[in-house]
């Protein structure tokens, strides 16, 4: 079996590659901090509300009922 050459740009990458790799820079940019404390509040208008509010309820109807089919199942397996 033959080796494998690498071509010109497979060098050229590599070489580049090994340089920034051992030659690791902190751009000025990265050390910029922003002090501003922005915080903005989400206002769900009343439609979004709505469809919270029945998501919400879904869940706890689905949750309620995998927890009863699950006792069931529990009461079930216990007496057999």
């Known amino acids: 079996m033959s080796k494998v050459r690498k071509t010109r740009k497979e060098k050229i990458r590599s070489e580049q590659r090994m340089s920034e790799s051992t030659q690791f820079k902190i751009k000025n940019e990265w050390l910029?901090?922003?002090?501003?404390?922005?915080?903005?509040?989400?206002?769900?208008?009343p439609e979004n509300k709505k469809f919270f509010r029945l998501d919400l309820t879904k869940t706890?109807?689905?949750t309620m009922l995998v927890l009863a089919l699950e006792l069931a199942l529990w009461q079930y397996l216990s007496r057999h």
């Open 32 to 45: 910029a901090v922003e002090t501003k404390n922005d915080r903005s509040t989400a206002i769900l208008d």
């Open 60 to 62: 706890f109807f689905l």
